[in-house]
């Protein structure tokens, strides 16, 4: 009987700790990149930054909300935003970066409807914007579902 | 007598699920995009119109409180969260610098605000509404211009 109940116990600690595991962020839903020399982007808006995360939608798509954060120079007249599934760049909340042309960190929260292009499966969020000259020297990006 | 041991575990792993389960959940209610200027000039503090919802369970937890706006401002303004129709609170970071016109021409500049608001700020079992309020912290001629901006509530666990 001992012996059952340690089992039973382990089942349900196991049981627990993939709940658990399945609500911690998994690895395509960040990115993070600090560069040594940075990325730079010349040109008007839009153009991709080249940076993306991907989220696993349900069945039935809920919102996404998707946090941009990034340390540049040379930020005057820029703007940023969101390519949702390949689509064309648009602007999900805030996107303004700026009007000075030293160092300078920003964070940009977006949220994303279903009605917005979100689909059941695999979505793709990339980042993108433009204006005038841009030089990134960090960044990270972050996509969670709303539930 | 072991079927029964087993059904019990089995009750608490589940129990346990949906514990975790409205923690990690945040409703649309808990979020709001805005896609226009609006305009607001006056001294702090009014409300800018904008609010979020979000229901605590009966052990009241922490909430994060996240504004990302673009906006003009023609002197120093200040935004912040009234908490259950309370006073508009001073939670964190609250400053938004002057910039451009104030009239929607010409660039705007960015800002992103995190307010932590901890069960004592006045959050209650249940519906909990966050107001975005604010105003200008020195000139009452001083025009704050928003633009697209998002707004969203969260559980701190």
């Known amino acids: 009987m001992t012996t059952f109940r340690l089992r039973s116990l382990c089942a349900a600690a196991l049981l627990i700790a993939g709940v658990a595991s399945a609500f911690a962020v998994p690895p395509n839903q960040l990115s993070r990149e600090i560069l040594s020399f940075p990325v730079s982007f010349d040109g008007p808006c839009c153009m991709s930054f080249n940076q993306s995360v991907t989220v696993d939608e349900p069945s039935k798509a809920v919102p996404v909300v998707v946090t941009w954060n990034a340390l540049y120079t040379f930020g005057s007249g820029n703007i940023s935003g969101l390519i949702v599934n390949g689509g064309p760049c648009r602007f999900y909340g805030s996107g303004s970066m700026g009007g000075e042309i030293i160092f300078r960190t920003r964070s940009f929260q977006w949220i994303v409807y279903p009605a917005d292009g979100l689909q059941a499966g695999t979505n793709t969020f990339t980042v993108c914007g433009g204006g005038t000259a841009l030089d990134i020297y960090a960044r990270t990006l972050m996509v969670r579902l709303s539930k | 007598m072991a079927r029964k041991m087993m059904l019990l575990f089995l009750a608490i792993a589940c129990l346990m699920l949906a514990v975790e389960t409205p923690a990690f959940a945040v409703p649309p209610t808990e979020l ?55 006073p508009c609170l001073k939670q964190g970071s609250v400053l938004l610098n002057p910039f451009g016109a104030g ?51 969260r559980l701190s666990k």
Not at chain 2, 34 to 53: D, G
Not at chain 2, 56 to 63: C, F, K, R
Not at chain 2, 104 to 114: A, E, I, K, L
Request: with cysteine; glycine share 10%.
């Open chain 2, 32 to 86: 709001l995009r805005v896609e226009q200027n609006t305009p607001f000039q006056s001294m702090c503090c009014i409300s800018y119109r904008e609010k979020v919802t979000l229901t605590e369970p009966s052990v009241i937890a922490p909430v994060i409180v996240t504004w990302s706006t673009d906006y003009q401002a023609t002197s120093m303004y200040v935004a912040s969260v009234s908490v259950n129709g309370g």
């Open chain 2, 103 to 153: 009239n929607g021409s010409g660039p705007f500049d960015s800002h992103m605000f995190q307010w932590v608001i901890q069960p004592s700020d006045g959050l209650v079992t249940g519906k909990n509404t966050f107001l975005l309020c604010g105003g200008s912290f020195t000139d009452p001629n001083g025009v704050l211009m928003l633009g697209f901006n998002t707004l969203s509530a």
